[in-house]
């Protein structure tokens, strides 16, 4: 049996647990968060040592700090840095037109699983492609589809992991433990995350109109009778 089959056959529960785990770890630090640390500990103890240890990392080197400090460190990490970017389409697309229709393709993977995403900014929402929200609704609504979505930007997710490793980052563990539910990468997608990792995401396109997530719930009306399928993701290096 080959170990990328290995890790595609992980339990269910184990995978609510690491991704479910990993979408509150990676959230803007709050005092619920810090609550929680201790739950987050002794979860990660059901996990293999691959998947919890980078997680129970995570949850060390936050109670290092005073919640002042992780939210200035936050910001500082996740904000101001291109290849820290926590937005899975932004390391494909960049602040581009065609992001707008790859955050489509997110709100159209969790319509078909009944799952309708706040998009109020004023409330606090965040874009459908927000690692966090990916991990939320791979962990409590749609498992499968879910891990395709994170599958489907997997050179991306890559090199945030290898970025805040490098940097040294307390949030390095929570993504690493999160890669390491994935298969094995491929050789065309360990080529995808060179290239992107030499490259960067792409550059703003100078002159475009700002993206948008176009509307889904205008009118019934403006729904088709049948779900739209979506062009996949496209990173450098990888063969359709």
């Keep these: 049996m080959s ?11 184990q995978l609510v647990i690491a991704w479910q785990s990993a979408s509150l770890l990676l959230g803007y630090p709050d005092d619920t ?28 080197r936050l109670r290092e700090a005073s919640l ?23 390391f494909a697309h960049g602040d581009t037109r065609k992001r707008g229709m790859a955050l489509l393709r ?7 699983s009944g799952f309708l995403l706040d998009a109020d900014p004023e409330r606090g929402a965040e874009l459908p492609d927000h690692l966090c929200v990916v991990l939320e609704y791979a962990a ?9 979505l994170l599958l489907d930007h997997r050179a991306g997710l890559e090199l945030l992991r ?7 980052s307390r949030w390095a563990g929570a993504v690493a433990g999160v890669c390491a539910t994935l298969p094995p990468l491929r050789g065309d997608e360990t080529d995808a995350v060179r290239r992107l990792a030499a490259e960067g995401p792409p550059e703003e396109e100078v002159g475009l109109t700002p993206y948008v997530v176009p509307d889904l719930e205008e009118s019934p009306s403006s729904h088709p009778a049948s779900p739209v399928s979506l062009p996949e993701p496209s990173f450098p290096g990888v063969r359709s």
């Design 3 to 13: 170990r990328r089959h290995e890790r595609a056959s992980l339990p269910r529960e």
């Design 33 to 60: 968060l810090l609550h929680q640390l201790q739950l987050l500990e002794r979860a990660s103890t059901r996990l293999p040592d691959d998947i919890g240890g980078p997680i129970t990392k995570t949850v060390t």
């Design 68 to 90: 002042d400090e992780l939210q200035a460190d936050y910001v500082d990490t996740f904000d101001s840095q291109r290849r820290h970017n926590l937005f899975l389409t932004y």
């Design 106 to 112: 997110f709100k159209q993977t969790y319509l078909r």
């Design 140 to 148: 409590t609504v749609d498992q499968e589809r879910g891990r395709r």
């Design 162 to 168: 290898l970025s805040l490793a490098q940097r040294g």
